[in-house]
């Protein structure tokens, strides 16, 4: 019961979360259409390939499932690296994609747009309503009802390959960007221990710069005095002399004071 508050509380923090992805899941097709046609034929070895891209290619910080499943941390992964993640990703592709996809999340503070939460949300009802008819059609036995639910097995595979194969290219458009490949600056690798983090609102900046939009090390320019050493700026009209100034320095009314009149 436990483990499943905190399974809730972190989708609950998603939520929370202020960036949203590069595309979305409806534009990642043409985002890179290649990559999604690769993704569609060979799911699993796209998955290796993203997992270790997100990790930076540094093995070192491997966790099966990126440690969002009970088995993470309990399969020898810091012997065999390489090996846990090809068994990972071929005998539990889905949760190899999710956990790929929660570990960008995390990273980068990013939430799932609504758009994208209703095409997940109904693949996976679609999954549901699927099984529900082909063990409906088993206890029944009747014919059409195995044919109907045998179509909707084959529609809800359908679905399933391809928003994942959408969702490994948004991934990819995603670490594009983080490599700097859209012409940003590419991030710096974070310390392992900030890589997968639930205990944050807002995760620390990686490979961005400090507040205030200054490169770190570097010190913010100094404010300029007012005014500043060149004023007045050229072609200003020069300050009047004390000749010019009104009203001049010997200046009297006439018949002021009035006449008789004491200090």
């Not at 499943?4 to 998603?14: A, H, I, T, V």
């Not at 390489?82 to 071929?90: A, N």
């Not at 609504?114 to 679609?126: A, P, V």
């Not at 690798?189 to 400090?210: E, I, K, L, T």
């Amino acid at each position: 019961m436990a483990g499943s508050q905190e399974y809730l509380d972190k989708l609950q923090l998603r939520q929370s979360y202020r960036n949203v992805w590069h595309t979305d899941l409806m534009s990642s097709i043409s985002a890179d259409t290649p990559y999604c046609c690769f993704s569609l034929c060979c799911g699993p070895c796209v998955s290796y390939l993203l997992r270790k891209r997100a990790l930076y290619n540094d093995m070192s910080r491997y966790t099966c499932c990126a440690g969002y499943m009970p088995c993470s941390g309990k399969c020898g992964e810091s012997k065999c690296p390489e090996l846990c993640l090809c068994t990972e990703v071929f005998c539990c592709f889905p949760n190899s994609v999710a956990s790929t996809r929660f570990l960008l999340q995390d990273e980068f503070n990013i939430q799932t747009t609504q758009c994208d939460n209703c095409i997940i949300g109904f693949m996976f009802c679609l999954q549901q309503l699927a099984c529900i008819c082909s063990l409906v059609a088993c206890i029944v036995g009747n014919d059409e009802l195995s044919d109907a639910a045998q179509a909707l097995n084959c529609l809800a595979d359908m679905v399933y390959c391809t928003v994942c194969a959408c969702m490994q290219t948004q991934h990819k458009v995603e670490m594009d960007k983080r490599d700097g490949k859209f012409g940003s600056q590419p991030m710096a690798v974070p310390p392992a221990q900030q890589m997968s983090r639930f205990d944050q609102p807002y995760p620390p900046n990686v490979g961005q710069p400090a507040y205030g939009g200054y490169p770190p090390g570097s010190q913010p320019p100094q404010a300029q005095g007012y005014p500043p050493a060149a004023y007045p700026p050229p072609g200003y009209p020069a300050q009047p002399t004390q000749a010019q100034c009104y009203p001049p320095a010997t200046y009297a009314q006439p018949g002021y004071p009035a006449p008789g009149y004491q200090r």
